[in-house]
């Protein structure tokens, strides 16, 4: 067992592992993050989630979404004047980074960023910057999914993510989790027949076509790894999910949805 | 070469080399350290071969081709004994004179000698010129006497016996409380107690564990870990292997820059002699202590330097920093229980085993012990590599070791700790340099780069300079240090071309604060250093830059202008021959006139006017 206190409130947890903000989430104290995923290890790179913990004479500043409650006794503060300070320093720098971004505009406003005064970002005119480089796609992909199909590519200023060399990664599988992750909407997927495109990945993928209603639905490429890593049914990339529905749920025999009446089959 | 089973075996083969040493045997050693051999020190060493078998002596004349003797300034060097002659800046030609006049005749070559540049007098031995008198060479001393490539020289110094004495009687708990009690701490920078890490590593759970030795030295102008595994590596080999005995390791890596090609080369020559002989692989000297060691080289990024990265790099994946919540001594490398040092921190281990932790720990200041290695270079007379008890003074290390300011202009700053660490001013000149003293003032010790800077170095451009290296090697993963690191240079540029405005100094603080204290990584939070001390230190500069539009210093391209003195040009056209875009014109031995519209500040006027007459304003 171990006790803390978080602003104040003592909390004390027998959770093994537990991170700080796992703890102060849990206990409705709320601290802001980007990078953080709860299906995803802590990465550590966005920075917004940082408190103040006090053990003994020193205080030191840690990212919360990492650190491990592990002493006990120590005094946590998650929304000092310093704090406030950083985080509103962060999202001025996502803003010039970003500045057409909803989720990041709203984020600026709510953390107290009422000027610009920082230069935007210069990029080409017709282009507007998406990416926060949170990391979640790639992480996604590498930890859930568990293929790499893409990474950060280049350093500092000039960091980014993509595939391998700028073009289609043999290792993806067309599942869109890293669309599903991204928080500021700079990952677009669009499908068109039976095909599907991630743009920013310069990756076209083929869907399968529904055996029964003829709809495009799920990527052909990634077949037997999801069905193996999701558990799905063999017969998954036969059948759209809903004409699978509708067939296992005849075959199991209860319902006859063709006549919309509910008959008890013997 | 035997392998050896046992300590005993291995000091009856010392005594059997030591007896084959002809000591009255003339012996030359030519400094084949990085600098010397920029400057020429390799057609040296041939034209010493050529010439010793051309005249038929070569027998009676032991040639070395040796590391670093930290003297770069005055390279190529040449050590000559009986007599420990020093001759300086030797070429090819002066080969002849040397072996004619001081091995056969044991005559001095007058114009070899080092010149004092104060005194002006000539000075014959290597220990009594200034810059070696001052300094206590105990880590860095040996690289001038052997051949790094030769186990046997560095045998016969006494080279694994602190190894043979560890197995032959020491536990390892013993070995850590030594190093524990010599108070020696991490020479990559931080500090941290050194046997206060082997303890955690020691104490940690787990079957596996390893030693790293971190040689990927990026800082500008740093080069003693270079020079070290160039010129000496089995004293890091040994030190490794100590330290792996004492926290149980069987496995350790040397992660090395790729850009140092000749390091690679002796540690692994170093690592295939010891092995042969038994002091690495399998029961070394007999005893059932295994250890081996692989050569990884790094992909060329500076942030590797930084321990997770370091160590996220030889699993083989992006060498970008983790969160150490956790450290590397009790979860590191695959996640087992890693101790990772420095070379520098490495090479003392074997000396604090030899001569004890008490003569240890009676060098150096109250919380620094021990001896710290400088690359000295700038605007110094003497550039070099250093070898100084800690706390010696800035001003010792500068103005009698380095030899003072060059062209007897004015000292202006210091930086040390390379481009991570702060800039020092004159009036703190006489601080102590120990870890505490230069961390007070907003520097650090680092890896030990120290880089002089006179009255003619613009501080805002050299802010400018050093938050360009780390912006460009910034990984990129932590918000503050990518984007906080590019928003401030791009406000020193615009300072540096007269477009800053005096908010810009506020928001250049409160960017460094939030990079200093959310960045992920040392790289980050270190970073602003340069700008905080300039900015502390050299207020009155930013602020001619920002106000009056002036750089005081010269540098600055958009805020300065070349005149000719009508007064003082001769027309004698060297300056005219010497602009690149035809801005000056003027008859030959008529005032020559500079047109600042075409001007493009490259200052080549001035380098080329014999007569001063062109200044900067």
């Given at each position: 067992?171990?006790?803390?206190?978080?602003?104040?409130?003592?909390?004390?947890?027998?959770?093994?592992?537990?991170?700080?903000?796992?703890?102060?989430?849990?206990?409705?104290?709320?601290?802001?993050?980007?990078?953080?995923?709860?299906?995803l290890?802590?990465y550590?790179?966005?920075?917004?989630?940082?408190?103040?913990?006090?053990?003994?004479?020193?205080?030191?500043?840690?990212?919360?979404?990492?650190?491990?409650?592990?002493?006990?006794?120590?005094?946590?503060?998650?929304?000092?004047?310093?704090?406030?300070?950083?985080?509103?320093?962060?999202?001025?720098?996502?803003?010039?980074?970003?500045?057409?971004?909803?989720?990041?505009?709203?984020?600026?406003?709510?953390?107290?960023?009422?000027?610009?005064?920082?230069?935007?970002?210069?990029?080409?005119?017709?282009?507007?910057?998406e990416c926060?480089l949170c990391g979640l796609c790639v992480r996604v992909c590498g930890e859930v999914i568990g293929k790499e199909a893409i990474s950060f590519v280049h350093?500092?200023?000039?960091r980014e993510v993509a595939a391998p060399f700028y073009s289609q990664s043999k290792d993806c599988v067309g599942c869109t989790a890293c669309h599903f992750v991204c928080?500021?909407?700079a990952i677009k997927v669009?499908?068109?027949?039976?095909?599907?495109f991630i743009s920013p990945w310069n990756t076209e993928i083929?869907?399968?076509?529904?055996?029964?209603?003829?709809?495009?639905?799920?990527?052909?490429?990634?077949?037997?790894?999801?069905?193996?890593?999701?558990?799905?049914?063999?017969?998954?990339?036969?059948?759209?999910?809903?004409?699978?529905?509708?067939?296992?749920?005849?075959?199991?025999?209860?319902?006859?949805?063709?006549?919309?009446?509910?008959?008890?089959?013997? | 070469?035997?392998?050896?089973?046992?300590?005993?075996?291995?000091?009856?083969?010392?005594?059997?080399?030591?007896?084959?040493?002809?000591?009255?045997?003339?012996?030359?050693?030519?400094?084949?350290?990085?600098?010397?051999?920029?400057?020429?020190?390799?057609?040296?060493?041939?034209?010493?071969?050529?010439?010793?078998?051309?005249?038929?002596?070569?027998?009676?004349?032991?040639?070395?081709?040796?590391?670093?003797?930290?003297?770069?300034?005055?390279?190529?060097?040449?050590?000559?004994?009986?007599?420990?002659?020093?001759?300086?800046?030797?070429?090819?030609?002066?080969?002849?004179?040397?072996?004619?006049?001081?091995?056969?005749?044991?005559?001095?070559?007058?114009?070899?000698?080092?010149?004092?540049?104060?005194?002006?007098?000539?000075?014959?031995?290597?220990?009594?010129?200034?810059?070696?008198?001052?300094?206590?060479?105990?880590?860095?001393?040996?690289?001038?006497?052997?051949?790094?490539?030769?186990?046997?020289?560095?045998?016969?110094?006494?080279?694994?016996?602190?190894?043979?004495?560890?197995?032959?009687?020491?536990?390892?708990?013993?070995?850590?409380?030594?190093?524990?009690?010599?108070?020696?701490?991490?020479?990559?920078?931080?500090?941290?107690?050194?046997?206060?890490?082997?303890?955690?590593?020691?104490?940690?759970?787990?079957?596996?564990?390893?030693?790293?030795?971190?040689?990927?030295?990026?800082?500008?102008?740093?080069?003693?870990?270079?020079?070290?595994?160039?010129?000496?590596?089995?004293?890091?080999?040994?030190?490794?292997?100590?330290?792996?005995?004492?926290?149980?390791?069987?496995?350790?890596?040397?992660?090395?820059?790729?850009?140092?090609?000749?390091?690679?080369?002796?540690?692994?020559?170093?690592?295939?002699?010891?092995?042969?002989?038994?002091?690495?692989?399998?029961?070394?000297?007999?005893?059932?202590?295994?250890?081996?060691?692989?050569?990884?080289?790094?992909?060329?990024?500076?942030?590797?330097?930084?321990?997770?990265?370091?160590?996220?790099?030889?699993?083989?994946r992006i060498?970008?920093?983790?969160?150490?919540?956790?450290?590397?001594?009790?979860?590191?490398?695959?996640?087992?229980?890693?101790?990772?040092?420095?070379?520098?921190?490495?090479?003392?281990?074997?000396?604090?085993?030899?001569?004890?932790?008490?003569?240890?720990?009676?060098?150096?200041?109250?919380?620094?012990?021990?001896?710290?290695?400088?690359?000295?270079?700038?605007?110094?007379?003497?550039?070099?590599?250093?070898?100084?008890?800690?706390?010696?003074?800035?001003?010792?290390?500068?103005?009698?070791?380095?030899?003072?300011?060059?062209?007897?202009?004015?000292?202006?700053?210091?930086?040390?700790?390379?481009?991570?660490?702060?800039?020092?001013?004159?009036?703190?000149?006489?601080?102590?340099?120990?870890?505490?003293?230069?961390?007070?003032?907003?520097?650090?010790?680092?890896?030990?780069?120290?880089?002089?800077?006179?009255?003619?170095?613009?501080?805002?451009?050299?802010?400018?300079?050093?938050?360009?290296?780390?912006?460009?090697?910034?990984?990129?993963?932590?918000?503050?240090?990518?984007?906080?690191?590019?928003?401030?240079?791009?406000?020193?540029?615009?300072?540096?071309?007269?477009?800053?405005?005096?908010?810009?100094?506020?928001?250049?603080?409160?960017?460094?604060?939030?990079?200093?204290?959310?960045?992920?990584?040392?790289?980050?939070?270190?970073?602003?250093?340069?700008?905080?001390?300039?900015?502390?230190?050299?207020?009155?500069?930013?602020?001619?830059?920002?106000?009056?539009?002036?750089?005081?210093?010269?540098?600055?391209?958009?805020?300065?202008?070349?005149?000719?003195?009508?007064?003082?040009?001769?027309?004698?056209?060297?300056?005219?021959?010497?602009?690149?875009?035809?801005?000056?014109?003027?008859?030959?031995?008529?005032?020559?006139?500079?047109?600042?519209?075409?001007?493009?500040?490259?200052?080549?006027?001035?380098?080329?006017?014999?007569?001063?007459?062109?200044?900067?304003?």
């Amino acid at each position: 067992m171990v006790s803390i206190t978080i602003n104040g409130r003592e909390i004390k947890t027998d959770q093994e592992d537990i991170t700080l903000l796992q703890l102060a989430r849990s206990e409705g104290i709320g601290i802001p993050t980007l990078c953080f995923h709860k299906a995803l290890l802590p990465y550590g790179a966005c920075r917004l989630c940082v408190v103040e913990v006090t053990g003994g004479q020193n205080t030191k500043i840690v990212n919360s979404c990492a650190y491990p409650v592990r002493e006990d006794g120590i005094s946590v503060q998650t929304n000092t004047p310093k704090l406030k300070q950083i985080r509103k320093n962060i999202l001025e720098f996502l803003l010039a980074r970003c500045p057409e971004i909803d989720m990041v505009k709203k984020m600026a406003s709510g953390l107290g960023v009422k000027e610009k005064r920082l230069p935007e970002k210069s990029l080409p005119e017709d282009q507007t910057e998406e990416c926060v480089l949170c990391g979640l796609c790639v992480r996604v992909c590498g930890e859930v999914i568990g293929k790499e199909a893409i990474s950060f590519v280049h350093r500092g200023a000039e960091r980014e993510v993509a595939a391998p060399f700028y073009s289609q990664s043999k290792d993806c599988v067309g599942c869109t989790a890293c669309h599903f992750v991204c928080p500021t909407g700079a990952i677009k997927v669009k499908e068109s027949g039976n095909k599907r495109f991630i743009s920013p990945w310069n990756t076209e993928i083929t869907l399968v076509t529904c055996e029964m209603c003829g709809i495009s639905f799920a990527p052909e490429n990634s077949g037997e790894y999801l069905q193996a890593k999701l558990g799905l049914p063999a017969e998954w990339l036969k059948l759209c999910p809903q004409c699978r529905r509708k067939v296992a749920a005849e075959t199991m025999g209860k319902y006859d949805f063709t006549s919309r009446n509910v008959i008890l089959k013997k | 070469m035997m392998k050896m089973t046992s300590p005993a075996e291995l000091e009856k083969y010392r005594s059997s080399i030591l007896e084959g040493i002809d000591s009255g045997r003339p012996s030359v050693s030519v400094c084949c350290g990085t600098g010397c051999s920029a400057s020429g020190a390799l057609e040296v060493v041939s034209a010493f071969e050529r010439l010793l078998e051309e005249k038929g002596i070569q027998a009676n004349i032991n040639t070395k081709i040796t590391g670093c003797h930290g003297f770069c300034e005055q390279g190529p060097l040449v050590l000559l004994s009986p007599g420990n002659r020093l001759y300086c800046k030797v070429t090819e030609e002066d080969v002849d004179d040397i072996i004619e006049e001081t091995l056969l005749a044991n005559r001095v070559v007058e114009r070899l000698l080092f010149v004092d540049p104060v005194t002006g007098e000539k000075i014959e031995k290597e220990e009594e010129i200034p810059f070696y008198k001052k300094q206590l060479r105990l880590i860095f001393g040996d690289n001038g006497k052997m051949v790094p490539t030769d186990i046997r020289d560095y045998l016969s110094l006494g080279g694994y016996s602190a190894l043979a004495k560890v197995l032959k009687g020491m536990g390892p708990q013993e070995v850590i409380q030594e190093i524990k009690n010599s108070r020696l701490r991490g020479r990559g920078g931080a500090g941290f107690p050194t046997g206060l890490k082997w303890e955690s590593c020691d104490k940690a759970e787990g079957d596996i564990k390893y030693v790293i030795c971190n040689a990927d030295e990026g800082d500008p102008g740093c080069f003693q870990d270079r020079s070290l595994l160039e010129g000496n590596p089995h004293l890091v080999l040994e030190g490794m292997i100590i330290g792996a005995y004492s926290v149980g390791a069987s496995q350790g890596y040397i992660y090395v820059r790729n850009e140092y090609p000749l390091a690679v080369k002796n540690f692994s020559t170093a690592l295939e002699q010891a092995r042969e002989m038994g002091l690495l692989g399998e029961n070394i000297l007999g005893s059932d202590f295994s250890f081996n060691i692989k050569v990884v080289r790094g992909g060329g990024a500076f942030v590797c330097g930084e321990s997770s990265a370091l160590i996220t790099s030889i699993e083989g994946r992006i060498g970008e920093p983790r969160y150490k919540f956790v450290h590397a001594a009790e979860k590191g490398l695959w996640d087992r229980p890693t101790v990772l040092n420095n070379v520098k921190t490495w090479a003392a281990v074997p000396l604090i085993i030899n001569r004890g932790a008490e003569w240890f720990s009676e060098i150096g200041t109250e919380q620094s012990k021990g001896t710290m290695i400088f690359s000295l270079t700038g605007k110094v007379n003497n550039t070099g590599l250093v070898e100084v008890p800690m706390g010696i003074s800035l001003r010792e290390l500068i103005f009698e070791i380095g030899g003072g300011i060059l062209e007897g202009r004015k000292f202006k700053a210091v930086q040390t700790g390379g481009p991570s660490g702060g800039c020092i001013p004159e009036g703190l000149l006489n601080l102590p340099l120990d870890f505490e003293k230069l961390a007070e003032v907003g520097s650090m010790v680092g890896s030990g780069g120290m880089i002089v800077m006179d009255e003619t170095t613009c501080m805002v451009d050299v802010a400018k300079y050093f938050l360009s290296f780390t912006q460009e090697e910034s990984c990129g993963k932590c918000v503050p240090c990518r984007e906080g690191g590019e928003h401030m240079l791009k406000i020193l540029e615009r300072i540096t071309r007269g477009e800053g405005e005096e908010r810009d100094l506020e928001l250049l603080k409160e960017i460094s604060d939030t990079m200093q204290c959310a960045s992920l990584c040392a790289l980050g939070k270190l970073a602003p250093n340069p700008v905080l001390t300039t900015l502390k230190y050299f207020p009155e500069e930013y602020l001619a830059h920002i106000k009056d539009k002036k750089c005081s210093a010269g540098v600055c391209k958009e805020l300065i202008e070349y005149l000719i003195d009508p007064e003082a040009c001769t027309g004698c056209g060297r300056c005219l021959k010497a602009c690149p875009t035809g801005a000056i014109s003027g008859e030959k031995e008529a005032v020559h006139i500079l047109d600042q519209e075409q001007c493009i500040k490259c200052g080549n006027c001035m380098e080329v006017c014999r007569f001063d007459a062109v200044s900067v304003e």
